[in-house]
């Protein structure tokens, strides 16, 4: 399994911007993977925001928040980013990264096998 640390959470005000990083090791990137974002509220459940295919760098993202996120992979660094823009109060959650074999299901939490922590953000209004 992999091991997966997220970083550049924060406190934003609403309209901002902020990205995060998801570093990834313990993979064999000879096999493919799907690396996701996930993201949950207080009091709410796990909500898929976007994931991208390893391998083809093709992307996936929640009609919630397309047009204002953006996923991302730097594949020499094997680190995954998520720019976030255009900010709500309602974005505020906890935000993990994970990874799983690439199986294309990409919003179902079941389909990844290693999670990462998670980072807050916090949108002010």
């Known amino acids: 399994q992999a091991q997966l640390v997220e970083s550049g959470g924060g406190l934003v005000q609403a309209g901002g911007s902020l990205r995060l990083s998801c570093a990834v090791s313990?993979?064999?990137?000879?096999?493919?993977?799907?690396v996701g974002w996930f993201r949950q509220a207080p009091g709410k459940d796990r909500e898929f925001v976007a994931a991208?295919?390893?391998?083809?760098?093709?992307?996936v993202t929640a009609g919630s928040v397309k047009g204002r996120f953006t996923i991302s992979r730097n594949d020499a660094k094997n680190t995954v980013y998520l720019q976030m823009n255009s900010l709500k109060s309602e974005d505020t959650a906890v935000y993990c990264c994970?990874?799983?074999?690439?199986?294309?299901?990409?919003?179902?939490?079941?389909?990844?096998?290693?999670w990462g922590q998670g980072t807050q953000v916090t949108v002010s209004s």
């Open positions: 313990g993979l064999f990137f000879s096999n493919n993977y799907q």
């Open positions: 991208v295919n390893w391998n083809s760098g093709s992307t």
């Open positions: 994970a990874s799983g074999p690439y199986s294309g299901n990409f919003y179902w939490a079941g389909a990844y096998n290693s």
